[in-house]
């Protein structure tokens, strides 16, 4: 059974930081495109992030260039989402979601079939 968890998520102040982790089973993580997306309250789901490490492409939307990172644990079969400087407009339901066959740009614009998707973890930014 394909399946992504993820965590990490809470309140954090303005300017600080902040990891999420997305746990993949029942498949290798590293060979599949990873993205990273988040819903804000009222808003639809965007891609923040994509990467694919078999061919170092990666995709960073400008709202996050600087700020937020991207790693893999490949023993651990981990992805993590890096957040630093963090401001009120990054509050929001972050999810990772994967795709064996997709590019970076494609999943990053939240297509429809992608093979798997986390369930959310909430990450509130407020002081």
């Known amino acids: 059974q394909v399946q992504l968890v993820e965590s990490g998520g809470g309140l954090v102040q303005p300017g600080g930081s902040l990891r999420l982790s997305c746990v993949a089973s029942?498949?290798?993580?590293?060979?599949?495109?990873i993205g990273w997306f988040r819903q804000a309250p009222g808003k639809e789901r965007e891609g923040i992030l994509c990467?694919?490490?078999?061919?170092?492409?990666?995709y960073y939307a400008d709202s996050v260039k600087g700020r937020f990172t991207i790693s893999r644990d490949i023993v651990k079969n981990t992805v993590y989402l890096h957040m630093s400087s963090l401001k009120p407009e990054d509050t929001a339901v972050y999810y990772c979601?994967?795709?064996?066959?997709?590019?970076?740009?494609?999943?990053?614009?939240?297509?429809?079939?992608?093979?798997?998707w986390g369930q959310g973890t909430l990450v509130t930014v407020s002081s």
């Open positions: 029942g498949f290798t993580l590293d060979l599949y495109a």
């Open positions: 979601a994967a795709d064996e066959l997709f590019t970076v740009q494609a999943l990053c614009i939240n297509p429809p079939g992608v093979d798997a």
């Open positions: 990467e694919r490490s078999s061919d170092t492409t990666s």
